[in-house]
Every structure is written in C-alpha cells, then in structure tokens.
C-alpha cells in the first residue's frame, strides 16, 4: 500500500503538470530557465533537507514513504518541492503575461 506522503507528492505532481499542460499553457516545460531554476531550488532544498534529515532533526514514517532517499531525504520531498516551485512559476507567468508571448525574447 501506498503511504499518504508519497501518494500527495505523487498527487500534487500530476495536477501540477496537468494545471501548466492544459490550463495555464505558459510553456514553462520548454524555456530553458525554468530548468536551470528548478534545479538551483533542488539543489539548495537538498542541502537544507540534508541538515534537517540527516541527524535526524526531522523523521519521517517509514510507512508512509517509498524508502529512496536523496542526501537522507524522502525522494517524495523532491516531488512537492517541484510541485511548490512549478505552480508558483507557472501561476506568476500567466498572471504576468508572459505565456501569451513565449519565444518573443
């Protein structure tokens, strides 16, 4: 059976890409800065996790998670810090605009 944190990560995935792929259509999958953003966030919100998970400050449920874990870290972690960071992304850009006029610089 699946644990409720990685069923949510896995859930706020879905409806993440979802969201960007047929509503918002920012194209926020094919710039470039998207991904180097997404990977700076990754990086640091490994490192933090690491000093949160690693002496164990922060525990989670073996019961509640798949078991692969990146710098001590639940891999599900990863999933909601893409969630988090795609939809904030994603949501500025309509709002500001920018998705009407990709590619135009």
């Known amino acids: 059976m699946i644990g409720e944190y990685t069923l949510f990560s896995a859930i706020g995935i879905v409806l993440t890409v979802l ?4 509503v918002l259509r920012t194209g926020l999958f094919r710039d470039l800065r998207y991904w180097v953003a997404l990977a700076i966030v990754a990086a640091f919100q490994l490192l933090v996790n690491g000093v949160l998970t690693c002496p164990p400050i922060v525990s989670y449920n073996p019961a509640e998670i798949l078991g692969p874990r990146i710098v001590c870290a639940p891999i599900e972690d990863l999933g909601f810090g ?4 795609t939809t904030t992304i994603a949501l500025w850009r309509r709002w500001e605009g920018e998705g009407s006029s990709y590619g135009d610089g």
């Open 19 to 22: 969201l960007e792929l047929l």
């Open 82 to 85: 893409f969630a988090m960071v």
